[in-house]
């Protein structure tokens, strides 16, 4: 923030917990003046959050969708028409379709795996052929990210293939319940993560932080979910920490919470 201040920074870029934190602040538009463009990429940003910047600055937070498999972009959610949620449409020279299971593209709307062709697709792994073959199908990049595409082309990250909670047969994607609990005004942070379970396999498990100053406990944070989410997406556990864990980018790591349990 005194960067910010004292050298007139007029464009910001942070992954979505930045945006989270400086939101928790209280800042007032005053505070980030000298800004005309703010851009968040590496994680999903949640919905909600991007809602409650554009309502308290004015702007909106632009995001992009890439894998160091594709450098940089291959999508953009573009200054002319911004559409909260989406990472944009693809830019110049890529494609971008949504495929099933079986490598077949499916009907606009529908989830499946975001699929990418252009030119700064890779050539492959090195020294990694099946690694390689098992990625790049049929001339199409496989990112391991489950979404959808409008009408319009803009396209909507759901989660990580390897991150959906399988319980009981039951597709459950913790970035819909990430989204969802965002929602409620207590809520700073919160990761959602799948637990082994013996009779369902898995569990919806929650770790959430408040934000500074609040109160909630976790019967109220699972009244709230059994109220507005389908009862098998709401978390059948809920832990109320002080912090997640994150990368040095500030990236929320999900996968020390599950060897965490």
Same mark, same amino acid.
């Given at each position: 923030?005194?960067?910010i201040?004292?050298?007139?920074?007029t464009m910001?870029f942070?992954?979505?917990?930045i945006?989270? =934190?400086?939101?928790?602040?209280n800042l007032s538009?005053?505070?980030?003046?000298?800004? @005309?463009?703010?851009?968040? =990429?590496?994680?999903t940003m949640?919905?909600?959050?991007s809602? *409650?910047?554009?309502e308290?600055?004015?702007r909106?937070v632009?995001?992009g969708?890439?894998l160091?498999?594709?450098s940089?972009f291959a999508?953009?959610?573009?200054?002319?028409?911004?559409?909260?949620?989406?990472?944009?449409t693809?830019?110049e020279?890529?494609?971008i379709?949504?495929?099933d299971?079986?490598? *077949?593209?499916l009907?606009?709307?529908e989830?499946?795996e975001?699929?990418i @062709?252009?030119?700064g697709?890779? *050539?492959?792994?090195?020294d990694?052929?099946?690694?390689t073959?098992?990625?790049?199908?049929?001339?199409?990049?496989h990112s391991?990210?489950?979404?959808n595409?409008?009408?319009e082309g803009?396209v909507?990250?759901?989660d990580?293939?390897?991150?959906?909670?399988?319980m009981a047969?039951?597709?459950?994607w913790?970035?819909e319940v990430? *989204?969802?609990?965002y929602s409620h005004?207590?809520?700073?942070?919160? =990761?959602?993560y799948g637990i082994?379970?013996?009779?369902?396999?898995e569990?919806?498990?929650?770790?959430?932080v408040l934000?500074?100053?609040q109160?909630a406990?976790?019967? #109220?944070i699972n009244a709230?979910?059994r109220e507005?989410?389908?009862?098998?997406k709401?978390?059948a556990?809920i832990?109320?920490? #002080?912090?997640?864990p994150?990368s040095?980018?500030g990236?929320i790591?999900k996968?020390?919470?599950?060897?965490?349990?």
């Amino acid at each position: 923030m005194a960067s910010i201040r004292n050298d007139g920074v007029t464009m910001f870029f942070a992954v979505p917990t930045i945006y989270i =934190a400086l939101l928790d602040m209280n800042l007032s538009a005053d505070d980030l003046a000298s800004i @005309r463009y703010e851009f968040s =990429a590496a994680a999903t940003m949640p919905q909600e959050i991007s809602a *409650q910047w554009t309502e308290r600055f004015g702007r909106p937070v632009y995001e992009g969708y890439g894998l160091t498999e594709c450098s940089p972009f291959a999508c953009y959610n573009h200054d002319f028409k911004h559409k909260f949620g989406s990472v944009g449409t693809p830019v110049e020279n890529y494609e971008i379709k949504i495929f099933d299971e079986n490598d *077949q593209e499916l009907p606009l709307g529908e989830w499946g795996e975001i699929c990418i @062709r252009g030119p700064g697709v890779m *050539q492959g792994y090195w020294d990694k052929p099946e690694e390689t073959a098992e990625t790049l199908r049929n001339g199409w990049l496989h990112s391991g990210d489950i979404g959808n595409m409008d009408e319009e082309g803009y396209v909507f990250i759901v989660d990580r293939v390897k991150d959906m909670i399988n319980m009981a047969g039951m597709k459950i994607w913790p970035a819909e319940v990430e *989204q969802f609990l965002y929602s409620h005004p207590t809520i700073k942070e919160v =990761a959602v993560y799948g637990i082994p379970d013996p009779e369902k396999g898995e569990l919806v498990k929650a770790a959430i932080v408040l934000k500074e100053g609040q109160a909630a406990t976790v019967d #109220e944070i699972n009244a709230f979910c059994r109220e507005k989410l389908a009862v098998y997406k709401a978390p059948a556990v809920i832990d109320i920490v #002080e912090e997640l864990p994150k990368s040095a980018t500030g990236k929320i790591l999900k996968r020390i919470l599950r060897d965490q349990g």
